[in-house]
């Protein structure tokens, strides 16, 4: 139990669609970081935000976007679906980019995009 | 730049017999590194961490692993496998500048542990 919950925790959507996925981090913990892992593959880092402010992105195009939120809630969002999205989306929580080196994941969410 | 090879896709040992799954890393900067297990439609799990300091570090469920800089490698080993330790086993890299919550993944290693 990491205290990271990620939700809806499976999702089907149609190509060109748009989706959001939520992940509530441990209390007190003001970074995330977003994974997508696609079958029979490692995750691969999407972006991160520190304090409600993106601190870095992957090789990920901009219809992948975030928001994070003061209560230690966040958004990963993506715009005009396509079929090679499909993938388990994993968030991290991190107590402070600065001092911690643990990262903590929710159980991720299931995105299906036909 | 960095990057994570973890050689061999599949594993497979007796239980009782020795687990060694190996990673190979790569990175411009001095690296973190991590070994994380990941079980059936769940999320990711830390097994050990290597920051600074001691070489050898060790984990929960009698999980090890050794930094070899020379190597640029960080296997895990396990001296007796059990039933439950049957997953799929991924190793990770950050540069110390950055942090864990922006590490490079290997594909990751399935183990499976036959009774």
């Known amino acids: 139990e990491t205290g990271v919950t990620q939700s809806p925790t499976h999702l089907i959507k149609t190509r060109g669609q748009q989706v959001t996925l939520r992940c509530s981090s441990q209390s007190g913990h003001n970074t995330v970081s977003w994974y997508q892992q696609a079958l029979g593959q490692g995750p691969q880092f999407i972006f991160q935000?520190?304090?409600?402010?993106?601190?870095g992105r992957g090789n990920f195009p901009p219809r992948f976007s975030g928001l994070q939120f003061p209560n230690y809630s966040s958004e990963l969002n993506v715009n005009a679906l396509e079929l090679d999205d499909s993938a388990l989306y994993l968030c991290a929580s991190i107590g402070d980019r600065f001092r911690d080196t643990e990262a903590f994941f929710g159980q991720g969410t299931r995105l299906t995009v036909v | 730049a960095q990057s994570v090879t973890q050689l061999g896709s599949h594993v497979s040992v007796s239980e009782g017999a020795l687990v060694l799954l190996r990673c190979n890393y790569s990175s411009s900067v001095p690296p973190y590194l991590f070994w994380y297990v990941q079980y059936p439609n769940q999320g990711l799990q830390l097994l050990l961490k290597?920051?600074?300091?001691?070489?050898l570090v060790k984990g929960i469920n009698g999980f090890e692993a050794e930094f070899k800089k020379s190597e640029t490698s960080f296997h895990l080993t396990k001296p007796s496998a059990h039933m439950s330790d049957a997953a799929e086993y991924f190793c990770a890299v950050s540069g110390r500048i950055t942090n864990a919550g922006k590490s490079t993944f290997g594909d990751g290693t399935t183990l499976t542990v036959k009774p």
């Open positions: 935000y520190y304090r409600e402010e993106e601190n």
């Open positions: 290597y920051t600074t300091g001691a070489t």
